[in-house]
Nanobody, 122 residues
Framework: QVQLVESGGGLVQTGGSLRLSCAASIRTFSTYAMGWFRQAPGKEREFVATISWSGSRTYYADSVKGRFTISRDNAKNTVYLQMNSLKPEDTAVYYC???????????????WGQGTQVTVSS
């Protein structure tokens, strides 16, 4: 059974940093693209960042470009999201997801974690 477990969320002040982790129990983890998405209260889930199976390609939403960095360690079946210069508008539940395609489209990802709350205070 595939499981994705996010960790690292919390409360941080504006300008602060957090590092999210997502541990995946996927035997073929290194063949999956991984993505991070977020959902704020009253809003739809939105794309944040994605990384290809090898880690050679990454793509970011314009709203986080230059502040967030996605990375992965295939030996540890883990994907990370380093978030710097956090803003109150980054407040949301952050989800990691696994899919066979390197894409920003939410519906193409097959497996999802339960999410971790990130709150940025002003």
């Amino acid at each position: 059974q595939v499981q994705l477990v996010e960790s690292g969320g919390g409360l941080v002040q504006t300008g602060g940093s957090l590092r999210l982790s997502c541990a995946a129990s996927i035997r073929t983890f290194s063949t999956y693209a991984m993505g991070w998405f977020r959902q704020a209260p009253g809003k739809e889930r939105e794309f944040v960042a994605t990384i290809s199976w090898s880690g050679s390609r990454t793509y970011y939403a314009d709203s986080v470009k230059g502040r967030f960095t996605i990375s992965r360690d295939n030996a540890k079946n883990t994907v990370y999201l380093q978030m710097n210069s956090l803003k109150p508008e980054d407040t949301a539940v952050y989800y990691c997801a696994a899919g066979v395609k390197f894409t920003i489209v939410t519906g193409t990802y097959e497996y999802w974690g339960q999410g971790t709350q990130v709150t940025v205070s002003s």
